[in-house]
Nanobody, 125 residues
């Protein structure tokens, strides 16, 4: 069983930065990949970024490319999302997710069996 706990959300102004963290626990933690998704008010949950746990290869949604950076600390079993130049449209609940099996795809929620509870990010204009 895997437990994922996010933190770091909050209320910020447009142009500010935030760093989200996601700590994993519960089993020997060596997943294939971890990812951040977000769900804005009245919207579906959408892919934000993914990192391969072993190689640290990353992929980003076009909407956050150049502003957000996903990273991980393997020794701490922790995933991060550095968010810079935040915009009001980034307002959402942010979720971390992980998967242990390999996949050629990475941006669908159905590919991740383990999820955190989410952390709210609100960006005011």
């Amino acid at each position: 069983q895997v437990s994922l706990v996010e933190s770091g959300g909050g209320l910020v102004q447009a142009g500010d930065s935030l760093r989200l963290s996601c700590v994993a626990s519960g089993r020997t933690f060596s997943p294939n990949r971890m990812a951040w998704f977000r769900q804005g008010p009245g919207k579906d949950r959408e892919f934000v970024a993914m990192i391969k746990w072993t190689t640290s290869n990353t992929v980003y949604a076009d909407s956050v490319k150049g502003r957000f950076t996903i990273s991980r600390d393997r020794a701490k079993n922790t995933l991060y999302l550095q968010m810079n130049s935040l915009k009001p449209e980034d307002t959402a609940v942010y979720y971390c997710a992980t998967a242990f099996g390999s996949s050629t795809s990475y941006d669908r929620t159905s590919l991740y069996p383990h999820w955190g509870q989410g952390t709210q990010v609100t960006v005011s204009s």
